[in-house]
């Protein structure tokens, strides 16, 4: 099977801007709150649709139903695509939220659903600033009573970011992207969002965005305390140059130019995704990439060689040997 592409999914939200068509060159309409750019998904209502090839318009899950083995390899038992890749641009500040995951057999949100993420910060204005977590020692009481008089960000771990930060967000995680920064995001596949607190502002329709405060403070981890950004790990060996994530969730390498490598051939799918320069996919044919292209090698495929330009940086996600 050969490499896909997918057409975006583009999100509105109060918090968006227009840098995913002006710096992506994504196609995006003339509003201003263009928030998020979704690469391949398969959620349910929010399917991509494949773009070019034997495929071309087909439901990403369509394909997922009748050739899943030939895309997924050894994680077939799985009904839908687990890795879901997206860009964000906040334009203004995101709301203090918080993904299920971290009790799964809580009673406030459906069990088994679990959203981790991986953010890779592509730009931000000087100052820009990010919450990843709770500051030491900040236990339910102290949040409830927080959100209660409107001082959460007393208890938030709040620090600067810059281009090139990576941060790892388990599920249980309360975070916020602050205005001005730009991200790519691989995340699990789940769009359940619990919002804690929304800065008191108002939404396209005039009045306040809903808050889901019970739901937050039951699925937030109190014992993860502070994020801070990734040590990478370089490999010792293989194709990809550093490990940024591999974990229980997923796995994420990092591989930069100038570089001509092999994927392995392990039986599994790999979301590449370019965050700088050019690259070309070598396989049946040539698929050129371009910045913020994605493309899905499928599990089961022909030798398929990465060739990176000397400032490409492409990340490769997939589920690792501990993903569960």
């Given at each position: 099977m050969q490499p896909l592409r997918f057409h975006p999914i583009f999100k509105r939200a109060v918090w968006g801007g227009r840098r995913l068509g002006s710096e992506f060159g994504k196609p995006i309409g003339s509003g201003d709150d263009y928030a998020e750019s979704w690469e391949i998904s398969d959620l349910p209502e929010?399917?991509?649709?494949?773009?070019?090839?034997?495929?071309?318009?087909?439901?990403f899950?369509?394909?997922?139903?009748?050739?899943?083995?030939q895309v997924l390899g050894r994680h077939a038992d799985r009904d839908r695509f687990p890795i879901l890749v997206k860009f964000l641009d906040a334009n203004h500040p995101l709301s203090v939220q918080v993904h299920p995951g971290h009790r799964p057999t809580s009673s406030t949100h459906a069990s088994g659903e679990s959203k981790a993420e991986l953010w890779i910060v592509l730009d931000a204005v000087a100052g820009s600033q990010v919450c990843a977590g709770l500051k030491d020692g900040v236990d339910r009481r102290q949040l409830e009573e927080a959100v209660a008089n409107q001082t959460i960000s007393d208890c938030l771990h709040t620090?600067?970011?810059?281009?090139?930060?990576?941060?790892?967000?388990?599920?249980?995680?309360?975070?916020?992207?602050?205005?001005?920064?730009?991200?790519?995001?691989?995340?699990?596949?789940?769009?359940?969002?619990?919002?804690?607190?929304?800065?008191?502002?108002?939404?396209?329709?005039?009045?306040?965005?809903?808050?889901?405060?019970?739901?937050?403070?039951?699925?937030?981890?109190?014992?993860?305390?502070?994020?801070?950004?990734?040590?990478?790990?370089p490999r010792e060996s293989g194709p990809f140059q550093e490990v940024l994530i591999d974990n229980e969730y997923f796995a994420v390498h990092r591989l930069s130019g100038p570089a001509t490598t092999e994927v392995p051939?392990?039986?599994?799918?790999?979301?590449?995704?370019?965050?700088?320069?050019?690259?070309?996919?070598?396989?049946?044919d040539v698929h050129p990439m371009n910045w913020a292209d994605t493309i899905l090698l499928p599990a089961e495929r022909s030798t398929t060689h990465i060739e990176l330009t000397t400032d490409a940086v492409l990340i490769d996600a997939f589920l690792g040997d501990r993903s569960t």
């Open positions: 929010f399917e991509s649709r494949i773009k070019g090839g034997e495929f071309d318009g087909e439901s899950h369509q394909m997922m139903v009748t050739h899943r083995k620090f600067d970011v810059h281009p090139g930060d990576y941060l790892f967000l388990p599920p249980g995680t309360v975070h916020s992207l602050g205005e001005g920064v730009l991200i790519a995001e691989v995340q699990q596949s789940c769009d359940v969002t619990y919002r804690l607190h929304d800065w008191n502002r108002m939404g396209s329709d005039g009045k306040p965005r809903e808050l889901h405060i019970p739901q937050a403070l039951d699925s937030i981890n109190y014992s993860l305390g502070p994020v801070r950004p990734l040590v990478t790990t051939c392990d039986d599994r799918a790999h979301v590449l995704t370019l965050l700088s320069g050019t690259a070309r996919i070598l396989s049946e």
